[in-house]
């Protein structure tokens, strides 16, 4: 950290308290982390929510999810997740389907095709977790956990 980095963090500490400082740095580290699951992703043609959205609907099984599910489970909201689920049925990852009992429902899966890359991507994306926290040793990983449960909750 540079000096002016360090009179910019007291700055921050003095004006805004305590609370706001660990707020910037969970937005920086989320950040750093998730840039470089953007560029994993990418590779694939994917971003993040069409990532999460297919971990989604792996978990939902055969029987898929309407949209209103899906965006209860995705981990940042999105308004659109219907444009979402056409790019994703566009890139046949998923199929959607009109409910028979009610035709107001659409229900989204994944395709076999949606299931080889999610497939095809589970060990590059534990190995990128792995590499990118494995250094914090997994007593600190606990705490870490169990910390952001705190706020979470």
């Known amino acids: 950290m540079t000096e002016l980095d360090s009179r910019q963090v007291l700055a921050v500490k003095s004006a805004w308290g ?3 400082e660990v707020f910037l740095k969970l937005v920086k580290v989320v950040n750093e982390l998730s840039y470089e699951i953007e560029v994993l992703l990418k590779e694939q043609g994917l971003s993040s929510a069409h990532y ?3 971990r989604i609907l792996r978990g939902a099984g055969e029987e898929g999810l309407a949209c209103s599910a899906i965006g209860e489970r995705l981990l ?4 659109d997740i219907t444009r979402l689920l056409d790019r994703l049925e566009k890139q046949e990852l998923i199929e959607r389907a009109r409910s028979l009992v009610d035709r107001r429902i659409v229900t989204s899966c994944l395709s076999e095709k949606g299931q080889k890359l999610l ?3 589970d060990e590059p994306m534990k ?3 792995k590499k990118q926290l494995e250094h914090l040793g997994e007593t600190k990983l606990e705490q ?3 910390l952001l449960d705190d706020i979470q909750n």
């Open 18 to 20: 305590l609370e706001h």
């Open 52 to 54: 999460n959205i297919l």
């Open 76 to 79: 940042v909201k999105s308004p």
């Open 119 to 121: 497939a095809a991507l």
């Open 127 to 129: 190995q990128l977790h």
């Open 144 to 146: 870490l956990s169990k």
